[in-house]
């Protein structure tokens, strides 16, 4: 296990879990199905005070008042976790208002995706590991597995997935830290003064919701310009959503395991990570993969309780979930 990277605080029945908005604002009546639905986890959900502060019809809030509630949320030694409540864009706003160091003064789990990988980023930057996982809709409408799963993270689990394997996907074993998300949200701040932890392999994961091939192309082109890419080790593409046709590219896995030309890592292709279909994976964390064809195995190697996931499709069905001996 390596060392330098600080693993959050698992949760036990009864604790605090603070619901903020850092990005978009939604409806509160959906804040509050999440909610609801956190509470019958045996946890007791706390709502920020800015998430309904609409700001310019679109964002939670000021860029001051969504920062207050992650600060708030983070100083608060009752709140034992952090849900976001959405994304969709307004974390970047975020960056220079949230001192680094609060991460690692403060470690508990901060979980979203899409637009909060920036904010994932930089928790990963601090030293501190995160989740990538579901949010507020998700968790309202119980979506399986994701939310199960987040669950039993929060309460100790470490999982190992196994999943369907795919047509491109380029077989072999890595490990490394687990650092990746959103590609647009992911690039843009990648090689920024927010460094990854120094010295550490990297295994990438990738996921993007409608952008055009074209633009992924240029997206990836500048990712791998950002990051010293020897240290990638493997990589693991998730789910690419809505995504506009380009005949100049063929598939959207075609051409990102083409970008891979010059390498013999190994590629993952239609790992269930995404806007749709969210497996939480640990952000930041060791863990190995292994590529198979027919199969692909992502086991994350912390403290806790190992548990594996066997899951059935793109829009992930858990199939059976049993304790690993």
């Not at 060392?3 to 604002?25: H, I």
């Not at 969504?66 to 975020?94: M, N, P, Q, V």
């Not at 994961?205 to 080790?233: A, C, P």
């Not at 952000?283 to 994350?300: H, K, W």
Request: hydrophobic share 40%; with cysteine; net charge negative.
């Amino acid at each position: 296990m390596i060392d330098n990277m600080t693993q959050p605080p698992f949760l036990k029945e009864g604790d605090r879990v603070a619901l903020v908005s850092p990005a978009y604002w939604i409806p509160q009546e959906a804040i509050l199905e999440a909610a609801e639905v956190v509470k019958s986890w045996g946890l007791h959900p706390v709502i920020g005070p800015h998430t309904n502060s609409l700001n310019v019809n679109v964002y939670a809030g000021t860029a001051d008042e969504r920062a207050a509630d992650i600060i708030w949320a983070l100083e608060d030694d009752s709140i034992k976790a952090i849900i976001c409540t959405r994304g969709g864009y307004g974390s970047i706003h975020l960056l220079n208002r949230i001192p680094l160091e609060l991460y690692q003064k403060h470690p508990k789990w901060l979980i979203g995706h899409g637009d909060i990988t920036t904010l994932l980023y930089t928790v990963t930057s601090a030293g501190t590991m995160s989740i990538h996982g579901p949010m507020t809709f998700q968790i309202a409408a119980k979506e399986e597995p994701s939310c199960t799963i987040l669950r039993d993270i929060l309460f100790g689990a470490t999982p190992q997935y196994k999943v369907a394997g795919n047509d491109h996907n380029r077989c072999g074993h890595a490990e490394g830290l687990l650092v990746g998300g959103n590609l647009s949200s992911y690039s843009a701040i990648a090689g920024s003064r927010f460094p990854l932890p120094p010295d550490q392999d990297i295994i990438l994961f990738l996921e993007e919701v409608e952008e055009s091939l074209h633009d992924i192309d240029r997206l990836f082109y500048m990712l791998r310009l950002q990051i010293d890419f020897e240290r990638v080790k493997g990589i693991i593409f998730g789910t690419f959503n809505s995504i506009k046709f380009d005949l100049q590219f063929g598939s959207v896995e075609q051409m990102l395991v083409a970008h891979m030309h010059d390498t013999d890592i190994p590629v993952c292709c239609g790992f269930p990570i995404g806007s749709n279909s969210c497996l939480p994976v640990l952000e930041g964390a060791p863990c190995s993969l292994d590529v198979l064809m027919d199969e692909v195995t992502l086991t994350f190697d912390i403290e806790g309780t190992q548990k594996s996931y066997n899951i059935s499709h793109e829009r992930p069905q858990l199939v059976k979930d049993d304790e690993i001996a």
